[in-house]
């Protein structure tokens, strides 16, 4: 049987069958189909890139293969416990997974759950698995989604936008157009895939890209159940909650795990001085030390008699040479005794003598 999916203000009219081929008593859907794609996807980028991250395969292909089936168990109780009212009548449509109807932190925490055992057990640190692992599990619910839309399901209220959504299953609810739900959350967890791919490089801690995983899809929950008429207990939506809970516990738990490391580096690093202080000493000691006025006012006591000192000897020594060149005029000016007269030799003054 087909069914008509349509987004009239876009023009984009499709009908597919929710059924993709019967083999004999077994009936495959899109539904399955697409969830073993993102199941695929996940199981895919996880083992191409253990070893970058200090993984061993073997270890995370074991892991899987306990994980994966238990998630889906996980994921289908908190579905049917939340929307016991559907399953009630008729007990037995409880396992018709292919039908739809899963819920994702009922798969989170079993296999969390899971995980943790394993890695236990193996002796592999659970946060550096979790880490590497939560980068893929937001891609593979990005393409998960999409089977929601084949199965017209995770749709929101009614809407003018346009790209608003409806179909003949969404008719036998509401004639309006309304919010494609799935389309968000995919394009939400396609965009989160981007962003933990970019921070895992970037980290600081194990179990801090998990976190952030945790928190990311905590607010997309938020965001998007708040407007799902299903998942309700009382009128409140139970993903909301958890996922508003979840978002708070690890936002503080990331920023307790960076403030605590901060606070052991600064315990761990030895003091530095100052780039500067070397610089700073040695200009202290080449700056000559300047006199107090007690000081400087010794000092000028010291100096004045020795200068006055010196200026008698250089009075003295002036008197001294006047004296000398008086003595020398009074000497050039006395007759020679032995002058000899006119016309006379020496020879003759000697001979008269």
């Known amino acids: 049987m087909l069914n008509h999916i349509d987004f009239p203000k876009l023009g984009i009219h499709l009908e597919?069958?929710?059924?993709?081929?019967?083999?004999?008593?077994?009936?495959?859907?899109?539904?399955?189909?697409?969830?073993?794609?993102?199941?695929?996807?996940?199981?895919?980028?996880?083992?191409?890139?253990?070893?970058?991250?200090?993984?061993?395969?073997?270890?995370?292909?074991?892991?899987l293969?306990?994980?994966?089936?238990?998630?889906?168990?996980?994921?289908?109780?908190?579905?049917?416990?939340?929307?016991?009212e559907l399953y009630s009548p008729n007990p037995i449509d409880i396992i018709k997974i292919w039908?739809?109807?899963?819920?994702?932190?009922?798969?989170?925490?079993?296999?969390?759950?899971?995980?943790?055992?394993?890695?236990?057990?193996?002796?592999?640190?659970?946060?550096?698995?979790?880490?590497?692992?939560?980068?893929?599990?937001?891609?593979?619910?990005s393409i998960g989604r999409w089977g929601n839309f084949v199965n017209q399901e995770l749709y929101g209220p009614s809407t003018n936008l346009p790209w608003g959504m409806t179909g003949d299953i969404i008719q036998r609810t509401t004639p309006d157009l309304v919010h494609p739900l799935?389309?968000?959350?995919s394009l939400w967890n396609l965009a989160a895939f981007f962003i933990l791919a970019w921070f895992r490089k970037r980290k600081k801690l194990e179990g801090e890209v998990f976190s952030l995983?945790?928190?990311?899809?905590?607010?997309?929950?938020?965001?998007?159940?708040?407007?799902?008429?299903?998942?309700?207990?009382?009128?409140?939506?139970?993903?909301?909650v958890i996922g508003g809970l979840?978002?708070?516990?690890?936002?503080?738990?990331?920023?307790?795990r960076r403030l605590h490391l901060k606070k052991q580096a600064d315990a761990d690093t030895p003091y530095q001085p100052s780039q500067y202080r070397d610089v700073l000493d040695r200009i202290e000691q080449e700056q000559p030390s300047v006199p107090s006025s007690d000081e400087g006012q010794n000092l000028q006591s010291e100096e004045e008699p020795s200068e006055v000192s010196g200026d008698k000897g250089e009075s003295s020594g002036t008197l001294d040479d006047n004296e000398e060149s008086v003595a020398d005029k009074e000497d050039s000016n006395e007759e020679?005794?032995?002058?000899a007269e006119p016309g006379e030799?020496?020879?003759?003054?000697?001979?008269i003598k």
């Not at 979840?246 to 307790?256: D, E, K, R, S």
Request: charged share 15%; aromatic share 14%.
């Open 16 to 63: 597919l069958n929710p059924v993709l081929f019967t083999l004999g008593p077994f009936t495959v859907h899109w539904y399955g189909i697409i969830t073993a794609l993102a199941f695929l996807v996940i199981i895919t980028g996880v083992l191409r890139n253990s070893e970058k991250y200090g993984l061993k395969q073997d270890d995370l292909t074991d892991m």
């Open 65 to 84: 293969l306990f994980t994966a089936p238990i998630g889906i168990i996980g994921a289908r109780i908190f579905y049917v416990l939340v929307n016991w």
């Open 99 to 141: 039908e739809g109807g899963l819920a994702i932190y009922g798969g989170i925490v079993l296999g969390i759950i899971t995980i943790f055992i394993f890695c236990r057990i193996r002796k592999i640190n659970a946060l550096q698995v979790l880490d590497h692992l939560a980068v893929y599990l937001a891609l593979g619910q």
């Open 182 to 185: 799935f389309l968000y959350e």
């Open 213 to 240: 995983y945790m928190v990311v899809y905590g607010c997309a929950r938020l965001f998007i159940d708040s407007m799902r008429p299903d998942l309700r207990v009382n009128g409140v939506n139970v993903n909301q």
């Open 246 to 256: 979840f978002a708070l516990t690890f936002i503080i738990v990331f920023i307790y």
């Open 336 to 339: 020679p005794a032995d002058k």
């Open 345 to 351: 030799t020496p020879d003759d003054k000697a001979e």
